[in-house]
């Protein structure tokens, strides 16, 4: 397994920007592929966007897609993911999250996770 910790997170006003990252350690980065999750209160975990492992493709939720950009550094071990146009709907805490194989939007295919960031978006 590979250990992930995210950073980056903040208080925001809708239509700010904020740009999250996930360093990861104990294993070979780029033999994993990588994903951003997001959890507001009350509410289950969902898929936000995720990415290859040579960061050739990228995946993203509807709600998200035209807002927000997912990349990486394999030389860097770190992900991003750039977050535009922010909404309070976007509020919530942000977790990355590694797996050897899989569906990218799955999120039982993910076998590590990182502890998360809080995002808040005022109106």
Do not use: H
Not at 83 to 94: C, F, G, I, R, W
Not at 110 to 122: E, F, K, L
């Amino acid at each position: 397994q590979v250990q992930l910790v995210e950073s980056g997170g903040g208080l925001v006003q809708a239509g700010g920007s904020l740009r999250l990252s996930c360093v990861v350690s104990g294993r070979t980065f780029g033999n994993y592929a990588m994903g951003w999750f997001r959890q507001a209160s009350g509410k289950e975990r969902e898929f936000v966007a995720a990415i290859s492992r040579s960061g050739g493709f990228t995946y993203y939720a509807d709600s998200v897609k035209g807002r927000f950009i997912i990349s990486r550094d394999n030389a860097k071990n770190t992900m991003y993911l750039q977050m535009n146009s922010l909404k309070p709907e976007d509020t919530a805490v942000y977790l990355c999250a590694a797996r050897r194989g899989g569906s990218p939007f799955e999120i039982n295919d993910y076998d590590s996770w990182g502890q998360g960031t809080q995002v808040t978006v005022s109106s």
